[in-house]
């Protein structure tokens, strides 16, 4: 039987491919930063009543580190599976869906913090105008500047958490669909290639 490789299918398939792949990791990401920011609030909670002997403020602030750290992987996590979205349109010739521009804003913020002026509580763009392009994410956020600290009901300010487990719930499930959708048909389209190669073989004269 003869494969044809047709590279515009492989590019969609592929690029579904990641979509799945990224909107689960945001699912595992996401249960995680719950179980953390649980976790986080409880103790808390617990040393702040004595409940707990073994506690103390190191183990507090540890995980407070964790959680800083885990609700940062689950925003970039969000915003690789938001680009793979974009790439899957583009594939398919379609409107990209609308940037989420808050998701963007953290992202950039984080992936350029180490260029930002640190304090103990937040980091803030560079004051020298020389540099003002590098403190252009931190800019944007609400009060020009990421907190460090840990705490509140959205990630960095800017981010519901809730928020961006729903809709890679909701993009989990249409990418599926499609990917069996997709499976079923190339099956088909397979089968239907290799009948009418038996059909060819059946009718040449011997």
Not at 14 to 34: H, K, M, N, P, S
Not at 55 to 75: F, G, I
Not at 81 to 96: D, M, S, T, Y
Not at 116 to 128: C, K, Q, R, S, W
Request: proline share 5%.
């Amino acid at each position: 039987m003869a494969f044809f490789i047709d590279r515009q299918i492989d590019a969609v398939h592929t690029a579904q491919e990641f979509v799945q792949r990224w909107a689960e990791a945001v699912l595992r990401q996401a249960a995680r930063t719950r179980e953390v920011r649980r976790r986080t609030a409880t103790d808390e909670r617990a040393y702040d009543l004595g409940d707990v002997p073994e506690l103390d403020p190191w183990m507090l602030e540890a995980n407070r580190r964790e959680l800083w750290t885990e609700e940062h992987m689950l925003v970039w996590s969000a915003h690789q599976l938001e680009r793979w979205r974009a790439r899957l349109a583009k594939e398919r010739n379609e409107p990209a869906p609308p940037e989420n521009e808050a998701l963007k804003d953290a992202r950039d913020a984080l992936e350029h913090l180490d260029e930002a002026v640190l304090g103990l509580e937040a980091a803030t763009p560079p004051e020298d105008g020389t540099r003002r392009q590098q403190g252009r994410a931190l800019r944007k956020l609400p009060e020009q500047s990421l907190s460090l600290n840990i705490g509140g009901d959205k990630l960095f300010e800017v981010l519901d958490p809730e928020v961006i487990d729903r809709e890679a719930l909701a993009v989990v499930a249409s990418i599926e669909a499609e990917l069996n959708d997709w499976a079923t048909d190339h099956f088909a389209e397979l089968m239907r290639d290799e009948q009418k190669e038996e059909d060819v073989e059946t009718s040449d004269p011997q």
